[in-house]
């Protein structure tokens, strides 16, 4: 665990420099590959950063707007540099109604951008894991195997380095090129879904911090499972509409 | 994927669900599946750790004897600039919610500062708030302070709600953790 980088007296949380330079190199890659997904890289490159820009700034007002006597007292602390004044889901879905609002403008099919996306989600989702394990975040749980890491009183499962070797195996696995040219639009992005969701699933079960629901059941398993069944589904969907599009064709 | 025929991707999306719907069910008998707040250790979800320090005025103070309260422990240094900023903001809180059962202990990290800064400093902004002098830098291994200012939000139960490493913290931020904490959410 090193949570603070303690440089040239300034003390800088590894956590977000982590994610920081992982959606830089994501971003990076995503833009040199667009073009065979269609999408200009330039456009990629406005819809990664506008998305990202709506996400912080809706991030942070969405939270004032839960708790709106602590800003009325405080204004300033609206563009306080606290990340904790911070609310990620709120962020999130506004960033998304941007980016959706940005690729209608720009008339950007979905599958496509999905697609040209994909590897700055996946560098990023192999950079989370890293960020946990410098903070000491989303531990694993108690375990007495030989590689087992000693943290908070315990030797634990090093639950952040399995997912970030599963997050970079899938990386490896999707890297732009690797796609089969005749796989329909979307595929890449929906096996990257499918793959996540798979590896969460799976390792959420090794971890020390789950939110557990009823009869002990971890909350973000079953979340895994419903995105993995959706995953599936769409992979399947999008099998029968490329078949049948053939098949028109050949007609 | 268009390798596989649709029976063939039928048949391993249906194995695939099925193995993990049988892994969460694996997944809930483990144990420690969550943090257990019995164990202390400096992060949230645990036991805060236990100590007893003295203050700049001579007294002392154990942490486990404030159970009940809801707490900030923050860990501070007056060559400190994010400290020295965000301490007034803290004063204003404590003012704010100490009738409600909330308080602030200011461990000064004196093994690494001069305990007449300290004192020099909390006199100048008139500080109300216990400070609390860690000289042998014990409550900073303790917590595995590798930052100042470091910040320990602690429930009325003794579990860390929330740690928050350097600073300022701003008003709004100190503000939504204590209500959180006297409200006891987790």
């Known amino acids: ?251 | 994927m268009n390798s596989l025929t649709e029976k063939q991707f039928l048949r391993l999306a249906g194995a695939v669900l099925l193995i993990s719907a049988v892994w969460i069910a694996i997944s809930a008998g483990l144990p420690g599946g969550t943090a257990n707040p019995g164990i202390p250790a400096p992060q949230a979800g645990f036991q805060a750790p236990d100590f007893t320090l003295n203050t700049l005025d001579g007294s002392t103070i154990t942490l486990s004897e404030l159970h009940g309260q809801a707490v900030l422990v923050n860990v501070w240094a007056s060559w400190c600039i994010p400290c020295r900023t965000e301490m007034p903001a803290m004063q204003a809180i404590y003012d704010q919610y100490a009738s409600q059962g909330f308080t602030i202990l200011a461990v000064n990290a004196t093994s690494q500062d001069s305990a007449s800064d300290a004192a020099d400093f909390v006199n100048e902004y008139g500080f109300t708030f216990p400070i609390l002098m860690d000289v042998d830098g014990a409550v900073s291994r303790l917590y595995q302070v590798s930052a100042l200012p470091s910040s320990f939000f602690i429930l009325p139960n003794g579990q860390i709600e929330e740690v928050v490493f350097g600073g300022p913290m701003a008003e709004a931020l100190l503000r939504t953790r204590v209500e959180r904490l006297l409200q006891g959410e987790e």
Do not use: C
């Open chain 1, 1 to 251: 665990m090193f949570p603070y980088l303690n440089l040239f007296g300034a003390a800088i949380a590894v956590s977000p420099l982590v994610i920081l330079v992982a959606i830089w190199l994501g971003a990076a890659l995503a833009e040199r590959t667009s073009d065979r997904h269609g999408i200009p890289s330039e456009t990629l490159y406005n819809l990664i950063f506008i998305a990202l820009l709506a996400f912080i700034l809706g991030g942070r007002l969405s939270y004032a707007a839960q708790y709106p006597s602590a800003f009325i007292a405080d204004p300033v602390s609206l563009v306080s540099r606290n990340l904790g004044l911070f609310d990620p889901v709120g962020g999130a879905a506004i960033g998304l109604v941007a980016a959706a609002i940005y690729g209608q403008r720009k008339q950007l099919a979905l599958w496509p951008t999905l697609d040209a996306l994909t590897p700055a989600l996946a560098v990023l989702l192999t950079a989370i894991p890293l960020a946990n394990l410098a903070s000491g975040e989303a531990f694993g749980a108690p375990s007495s195997l030989p590689w087992a890491i000693e943290l908070w009183g315990q030797s634990r499962h090093p639950v952040q380095i399995y997912e970030a070797l599963a997050a970079g195996l899938i990386l490896w696995w999707l890297w732009p090129g690797r796609a089969k040219s005749q796989d329909p639009a979307g595929t890449n992005f929906l096996l990257f879904v499918a793959a996540n969701a798979f590896s969460r699933l799976f390792f959420e079960g090794l971890r020390g911090s789950s939110a557990l629901t009823v009869l002990n059941l971890r909350a973000a398993q079953l979340a895994a499972w419903v995105i993995l069944a959706a995953a599936l589904y769409g992979l399947l969907y999008l099998r029968r509409k490329s078949k049948t599009a053939l098949r028109t064709r050949s007609i």
